[in-house]
C-alpha cells in the first residue's frame, strides 16, 4: 500500500435536540466558516479528517471523516426530538470502528481521533449512557473525547463526558447561547489547524484552545456542589 | 510511477540577473514570458530544476527566513549537504527544512554529521528535534556535536568496546547542561531541557573489515528515526520499526533524548556489493513506508545505480515535493566503495 502518511481523525459530535433549535443557524453558520478557515490552511486541513454527527432521538453521520479541502459543502444541522447521548456514542463508536480501518487500507497512518462533544441540555433519563461511553472507551482506538457544555448543561455531567477533568469546558451562565456557539466554533476550526499543523510537523500532541468565556466543568462543579 | 516534474503555480516577482540591472521593487517586473523583456532569472525561472513531484505535489513554498521566536544563533541554513569517498565508502547526506517550516519561518529540526575518522571508519549521526519542543533545532546540533566530540575521544580500536550507553548518556547531560546556560538556570534541569531542547539521535560507526567490499555497521538509536539497508530492491528495517502502535493506532509518544532508555544494544550487521545503508528522520521515513509505494521507487532508481549520485542530485532527490508530506528530512545514505571503481 503506497504510504499517505499521518492523519488525526476529528469527530464533531453536535447535539441537535429541541432545545438547540433557537441556535442551530449560528451553528451551521459556524461550520461553514470552519470549511471557510481550513480551506485557507491547506496544510492542516491535509493532515485532518473531519466527521460531523449530529444526535437528537438518534444520531446521524452528517459527514464521515473528510479532508475539508476537498469536501462538499458542511451539513446543515437542524434541532428536533430529545437528546440521548447513548445514540451518540453508539453511532461515534461505530464510525470509529469502520473508519480506522478503511483510512489505514488507503495507507494513513491515524492518530488516536479526537472527539469535541457539544451540547446544550441533560441527557434523557430513562439511559444508561454511562455503560454506552463506557463500550466506546474500551476499544483499541478509543478516542480523547473532550466536552463543551452550553446553555442548560449541567457541569457535572458534561464532566462525565469528557476523558479528562481538562477537556470538559462549560460557557460561563450569563454567556448568551447563540455567543458560545460562535466562541466553541471559533475555536474548535483553531483546534482544527493547529492540531493538523502540529501534525504535519510530526506530533501527535492534541492541540485545543479554550473558547472564550468557557470555564473548566471540574471549577464549576466544586463551586456549586448541589 | 507518477513522477511528474513541478512548475510554480503562483507568479512570483523576477530579478534581472545582468550586472547592474536594477531591481524594482515598487514595480516588480511580472514573472509571465514577455517577448521583449531582456533575459531574466528569479524565482518563477529558478525553477529550470523544478523539485520532484511523486503523486500530488505539496504547495509549492518560496522559502522564509527563521522566525524571530527561535534562536537564530548559531545561524541555521535550510540546507545542509554533505559526501565523499574514501577507499572504502562513499557517503551522501542531506538534511533540510520540508515546505511547513519554510512555509511558517521554523528553523530545520533536524541535523546530522558525517564524519570520517582517521583510521578508515566512518561516523554518522543523526537528530531530529522534537516539534513540541521550541528550541529543537538547538538540541539536535548540540547532541550531533556533543555525540561526535564523544566518540572521538572514547573510540578504541575496537567498536564493539564503545560503551553506547555512556555515549547516549553523556549527550542527555550535555542537552541538561546546555539548556541550563541558555535559559539561565539555577542548575541543570533535565524537565526544562525536555520541554525545550527535546531531539532524537541515532549514532552509527560504519567500518570496513577484512573482506573487501564489506562493511559493518554498529547503530544505536534514541526515539523514532530510522535505518535501513537497500538491497536487491528491498527496504530492510534494520533499527526495528520506528511507528509505535498504540491500541492499533499511530502514537507520536516518541522517547528523545534527554531521556535515556534503560537498555542501550548497537544493532551490528554486515553490508556489502550493491547494499546501501540508509538512515533517516521520519521525514523521509514516513513517506517511504515499507518501501513498496512511489517514494520507495525514487529512492530505488536513485541509489541502486551502478554509481552513487553526486552530491546535489541526492538533495534533489531528497527535496521531492509530495501532497501532506511537508516535515524535516535527513538522509544519509552510505555505500561501500565499489572494488571495480
Same mark, same amino acid.
Given at each position: 500500500?503506497?504510504?499517505?502518511?499521518?492523519?488525526?481523525?476529528?469527530?464533531?459530535?453536535?447535539?441537535?435536540?429541541?432545545?438547540?433549535?433557537?441556535?442551530?443557524?449560528?451553528?451551521?453558520?459556524?461550520?461553514?466558516?470552519?470549511?471557510?478557515?481550513?480551506?485557507?490552511?491547506?496544510?492542516?486541513?491535509?493532515?485532518?479528517?473531519?466527521?460531523?454527527?449530529?444526535?437528537?432521538?438518534?444520531?446521524?453521520?452528517?459527514?464521515?471523516?473528510?479532508?475539508?479541502?476537498?469536501?462538499?459543502?458542511?451539513?446543515?444541522?437542524?434541532?428536533?426530538?430529545? &437528546?440521548?447521548?447513548?445514540?451518540?456514542?453508539?453511532?461515534?463508536?461505530?464510525?470509529?470502528?469502520?473508519?480506522?480501518?478503511?483510512?489505514?487500507?488507503?495507507?494513513?497512518?491515524?492518530?488516536?481521533?479526537?472527539?469535541?462533544?457539544?451540547?446544550?441540555?441533560?441527557? &434523557?433519563?430513562?439511559?444508561?449512557?454511562?455503560?454506552?461511553?463506557?463500550?466506546?472507551?474500551?476499544?483499541?482506538?478509543?478516542?480523547?473525547?473532550?466536552?463543551?457544555?452550553?446553555?442548560?448543561?449541567?457541569?457535572?455531567?458534561?464532566?462525565?463526558?469528557?476523558?479528562?477533568?481538562?477537556?470538559?469546558?462549560?460557557?460561563?451562565?450569563?454567556?448568551? &447561547?447563540?455567543?458560545?456557539?460562535?466562541?466553541?466554533? &471559533?475555536?474548535?476550526?483553531?483546534?482544527?489547524?493547529?492540531?493538523?499543523?502540529?501534525?504535519?510537523?510530526?506530533?501527535?500532541?492534541?492541540?485545543?484552545?479554550?473558547?472564550?468565556?468557557?470555564?473548566?466543568?471540574?471549577?464549576?462543579?466544586?463551586?456549586?456542589?448541589? | 510511477? +507518477?513522477?511528474?516534474?513541478?512548475?510554480?503555480?503562483?507568479?512570483?516577482?523576477?530579478?534581472?540577473?545582468?550586472?547592474?540591472?536594477?531591481?524594482?521593487?515598487?514595480?516588480?517586473?511580472?514573472?509571465?514570458?514577455?517577448?521583449?523583456?531582456?533575459?531574466?532569472?528569479?524565482?518563477?525561472?529558478?525553477?529550470?530544476?523544478?523539485?520532484?513531484?511523486?503523486?500530488?505535489?505539496?504547495?509549492?513554498?518560496?522559502?522564509?527566513?527563521?522566525?524571530?521566536?527561535?534562536?537564530?544563533?548559531?545561524?541555521?541554513?535550510?540546507?545542509?549537504?554533505?559526501?565523499?569517498?574514501?577507499?572504502?565508502?562513499?557517503?551522501?547526506?542531506?538534511?533540510?527544512?520540508?515546505?511547513?517550516?519554510?512555509?511558517?519561518?521554523?528553523?530545520?529540526?533536524?541535523?546530522?554529521?558525517?564524519?570520517?575518522?582517521?583510521?578508515?571508519?566512518?561516523?554518522?549521526?543523526?537528530?531530529?528535534?522534537?516539534?513540541?519542543?521550541?528550541?529543537?533545532?538547538?538540541?539536535?546540533?548540540?547532541?550531533?556535536?556533543?555525540?561526535?566530540?564523544?566518540?572521538?575521544? +572514547?573510540?578504541?580500536? +575496537?567498536?564493539?568496546?564503545?560503551?553506547?550507553?555512556?555515549?547516549?548518556? +553523556?549527550?542527555?547531560?550535555?542537552?541538561?547542561?546546555?539548556?541550563?546556560?541558555?535559559?539561565?538556570?539555577?542548575?541543570?534541569?533535565?524537565?526544562?531541557?525536555?520541554?525545550?531542547?527535546?531531539?532524537?539521535?541515532?549514532?552509527?560507526?560504519?567500518?570496513?573489515?577484512?573482506?573487501?567490499?564489506?562493511?559493518?555497521?554498529?547503530?544505536?538509536?534514541?526515539?523514532?528515526?530510522?535505518?535501513?539497508?537497500?538491497?536487491?530492491?528491498?527496504?530492510?528495517?534494520?533499527?526495528?520499526?520506528?511507528?509505535?502502535?498504540?491500541?492499533?493506532?499511530?502514537?507520536?509518544?516518541?522517547?528523545?533524548?534527554?531521556?535515556?532508555?534503560?537498555?542501550?544494544?548497537?544493532?551490528?550487521?554486515?553490508?556489502?556489493?550493491?547494499?546501501?545503508?540508509?538512515?533517516?528522520?521520519?521525514?523521509?521515513?514516513?513517506?517511504?513506508?515499507?518501501?513498496?509505494?512511489?517514494?520507495?521507487?525514487?529512492?530505488?532508481?536513485?541509489?541502486?545505480?551502478?554509481?552513487?549520485?553526486?552530491?546535489?542530485?541526492?538533495?534533489?532527490?531528497?527535496?521531492?515535493?509530495?501532497?501532506?508530506?511537508?516535515?524535516?528530512?535527513?538522509?544519509?545514505?552510505?555505500?561501500?566503495?565499489?572494488?571495480?571503481?
Amino acid at each position: 500500500v503506497e504510504p499517505r502518511g499521518k492523519i488525526l481523525p476529528i469527530y464533531f459530535v453536535a447535539d441537535e435536540s429541541g432545545s438547540m433549535g433557537r441556535h442551530i443557524g449560528e451553528l451551521n453558520k459556524g461550520l461553514l466558516s470552519l470549511q471557510d478557515a481550513l480551506q485557507r490552511e491547506s496544510s492542516a486541513a491535509a493532515k485532518v479528517r473531519f466527521s460531523v454527527i449530529g444526535f437528537s432521538d438518534d444520531a446521524f453521520t452528517y459527514l464521515e471523516p473528510a479532508d475539508l479541502r476537498t469536501a462538499p459543502q458542511l451539513p446543515e444541522l437542524s434541532a428536533h426530538g430529545s &437528546t440521548s447521548y447513548c445514540a451518540a456514542f453508539e453511532q461515534l463508536a461505530y464510525r470509529i470502528s469502520v473508519d480506522l480501518p478503511r483510512l489505514k487500507g488507503h495507507g494513513f497512518s491515524v492518530y488516536r481521533p479526537v472527539v469535541f462533544f457539544l451540547t446544550d441540555g441533560a441527557p &434523557t433519563d430513562r439511559e444508561d449512557w454511562r455503560a454506552v461511553r463506557a463500550r466506546l472507551l474500551d476499544q483499541p482506538a478509543a478516542p480523547n473525547i473532550l466536552s463543551f457544555g452550553i446553555g442548560e448543561a449541567d457541569p457535572a455531567v458534561v464532566g462525565e463526558i469528557a476523558t479528562k477533568q481538562e477537556f470538559a469546558l462549560v460557557a460561563d451562565r450569563h454567556m448568551d &447561547t447563540g455567543a458560545a456557539i460562535t466562541e466553541f466554533l &471559533t475555536s474548535l476550526t483553531q483546534s482544527v489547524i493547529s492540531s493538523g499543523n502540529a501534525v504535519a510537523s510530526g506530533s501527535a500532541e492534541l492541540q485545543f484552545d479554550k473558547p472564550e468565556g468557557f470555564t473548566l466543568a471540574v471549577d464549576l462543579i466544586e463551586e456549586d456542589p448541589e | 510511477m +507518477n513522477i511528474v516534474p513541478f512548475r510554480r503555480s503562483r507568479n512570483r516577482t523576477a530579478i534581472h540577473d545582468q550586472p547592474g540591472a536594477q531591481v524594482d521593487f515598487q514595480h516588480p517586473t511580472p514573472a509571465v514570458p514577455d517577448a521583449n523583456a531582456p533575459a531574466l532569472t528569479g524565482f518563477s525561472r529558478s525553477t529550470v530544476i523544478p523539485q520532484i513531484v511523486v503523486g500530488a505535489p505539496s504547495p509549492s513554498v518560496e522559502p522564509s527566513p527563521t522566525g524571530a521566536q527561535y534562536r537564530s544563533v548559531p545561524f541555521r541554513p535550510d540546507v545542509a549537504l554533505d559526501g565523499w569517498s574514501t577507499d572504502a565508502v562513499t557517503v551522501r547526506g542531506v538534511s533540510q527544512r520540508g515546505h511547513l517550516h519554510r512555509d511558517n519561518g521554523a528553523p530545520r529540526q533536524d541535523d546530522f554529521a558525517v564524519h570520517h575518522l582517521p583510521d578508515g571508519r566512518v561516523v554518522v549521526l543523526v537528530a531530529d528535534g522534537v516539534s513540541q519542543s521550541p528550541q529543537s533545532h538547538l538540541g539536535a546540533s548540540i547532541a550531533i556535536k556533543q555525540a561526535a566530540d564523544w566518540i572521538r575521544s +572514547n573510540l578504541g580500536p +575496537n567498536t564493539t568496546d564503545l560503551d553506547w550507553s555512556a555515549l547516549i548518556k +553523556n549527550t542527555a547531560y550535555a542537552l541538561n547542561a546546555r539548556a541550563q546556560t541558555l535559559f539561565g538556570l539555577e542548575e541543570p534541569d533535565a524537565v526544562r531541557a525536555e520541554q525545550e531542547l527535546a531531539t532524537t539521535l541515532v549514532c552509527a560507526i560504519i567500518e570496513p573489515t577484512s573482506r573487501p567490499g564489506v562493511l559493518r555497521a554498529h547503530l544505536v538509536a534514541v526515539g523514532d528515526s530510522s535505518a535501513w539497508v537497500l538491497t536487491a530492491g528491498e527496504f530492510i528495517e534494520v533499527l526495528g520499526g520506528k511507528t509505535t502502535l498504540d491500541g492499533g493506532v499511530a502514537s507520536s509518544a516518541v522517547s528523545a533524548l534527554p531521556r535515556v532508555p534503560t537498555e542501550v544494544t548497537p544493532t551490528v550487521f554486515d553490508f556489502l556489493g550493491d547494499a546501501v545503508l540508509l538512515i533517516g528522520t521520519d521525514g523521509i521515513g514516513d513517506p517511504l513506508g515499507d518501501g513498496q509505494g512511489s517514494i520507495g521507487d525514487l529512492f530505488r532508481d536513485l541509489l541502486a545505480r551502478p554509481f552513487p549520485p553526486s552530491l546535489i542530485e541526492f538533495a534533489h532527490a531528497v527535496d521531492f515535493s509530495r501532497e501532506t508530506f511537508d516535515d524535516d528530512r535527513t538522509l544519509i545514505a552510505v555505500w561501500p566503495k565499489r572494488i571495480d571503481s
